[in-house]
């Protein structure tokens, strides 16, 4: 399995907490395949379906959930709990999910 994540430029949210995290996670995996394969996943959310930003000086962030132009509540929050755990380390990330309760 090769690298399937997209390339910095064309990724909608990035965090250097999960970059770090992604880095010390797959340091460790003795599977190159199982490695490789959280590498792809784990940022996917962030990488491909976050839309982040500030309206008004308030945090906004939308969430594609599906094939349908539409938020889903339940949908947007399941697909950025991974995440909760790092927003007291990354002041981006914590305005991300402030933006996901606005």
Known sequence: ??????TKSKRLF???V?????????SF???????????????????TSVYYQ?????????IITG???AMWLRDSSAQLW???Q???RDVKLKKLFQGLIN
């Open 1 to 6: 399995m090769n690298n399937k994540r997209l």
């Open 14 to 16: 990035s965090s250097i």
């Open 18 to 26: 999960i970059e770090e995290k992604i880095k010390e996670i797959s």
């Open 29 to 47: 995996l003795r599977d190159k395949e199982l490695s490789q394969m959280f590498v792809n996943c784990f940022p996917n959310t962030l990488d």
């Open 54 to 62: 500030e309206k008004k000086g308030r945090p906004d962030t939308y």
């Open 67 to 69: 094939d349908i132009p």
């Open 82 to 84: 991974p995440y909760l």
């Open 86 to 88: 790092f927003v007291n």
